[in-house]
């Protein structure tokens, strides 16, 4: 008869899943070095913001890489860190960007628009890439819902871009980066709530031979 502790939930040990990962880390950390420069020459905050997510994506999925096959325990633990990441991330741009808001000055909206796209364009091919992985224990899903999370973003830079040309004013930008870290840290939180549950699942198992043996 097969219990809570035997259901099988995919850990990442994959050859497929490797080297996807691969994929996914080159793509993030060569846009993390493009969207940056893009966002200090342009003065938009939305870019910048969108940037330190794209390395905050290389750095965890690499993490997730090297775990891949180690204990639930580490899996779980390693989210943890993921999550941990993510909401420093939001932090950052949340202090960021209130401390633009009393600068006033607009940022460069074709930049803007056009680097966006282009970042919209590498997470999109990273989410076709994680497409038949989606899901799976909190240190796959976190890479899956990273991803996604990076090509909503990537929208809502666009649509800021032609709001800031539209309107010839900051708060577009200065608010769609307030709402980028606003989805970074839902993210933390599902992942901390998926990777708590694994650990509590984990120590569950731990116990109950235990409890038979006595």
Same mark, same amino acid.
């Not at 420093?88 to 808001?101: E, K, P, S, V």
């Given at each position: 008869?097969?219990? &809570? &502790?035997?259901? #099988? ?29 893009? *966002? ?6 939305? !870019? @910048? ?23 639930? %325990? ?7 860190? @993921? ?16 401390? %633009? ?22 997470? $999109?091919?990273?989410?076709?890439? !994680?497409? #038949?992985? %989606? ?10 819902? &990273? ?13 800021? *871009?032609?709001? $800031? ?34 650990? @509590?699942?984990?120590?569950? &198992? ?9």
């Amino acid at each position: 008869m097969s219990g &809570c &502790c035997e259901d #099988k939930v995919f850990d990442g040990i994959s050859p497929g899943y490797k080297r996807a990962l691969l994929a996914v880390i080159a793509i993030n950390a060569t846009m993390f070095v493009v969207e940056m420069w893009a *966002g200090l020459t342009s003065g938009s905050q939305a !870019l @910048k913001a969108d940037a330190l997510d794209f390395a905050g994506d290389t750095a965890t999925y690499t993490l997730s890489l090297l775990v891949i096959g180690a204990s639930i %325990r580490t899996r779980a633990i390693t989210s943890l860190i @993921k999550s941990a990441s993510l909401a420093a991330i939001a932090l950052a741009i949340l202090i960021t960007t209130l401390l %633009r808001f009393m600068e006033g000055a607009a940022p460069e909206a074709q930049t803007m628009s056009l680097v966006a796209l282009l970042a919209l364009a590498a997470n $999109v091919a990273s989410v076709f890439i !994680l497409l #038949k992985w %989606r899901d799976g224990d909190s240190n796959v899903r976190s890479v899956w819902l &990273c991803s996604r999370n990076d090509a909503i973003g990537n929208v809502a830079v666009i649509l800021a *871009g032609i709001l $800031v040309a539209a309107t010839a004013s900051p708060l577009p930008d200065l608010i769609v980066a307030l709402l980028l870290a606003g989805i970074f840290l839902r993210s933390s939180f599902a992942i901390t709530v998926q990777a708590i549950s694994e650990l @509590k699942t984990e120590r569950s &198992c731990e116990i109950k031979p235990e409890s038979t043996n006595q």
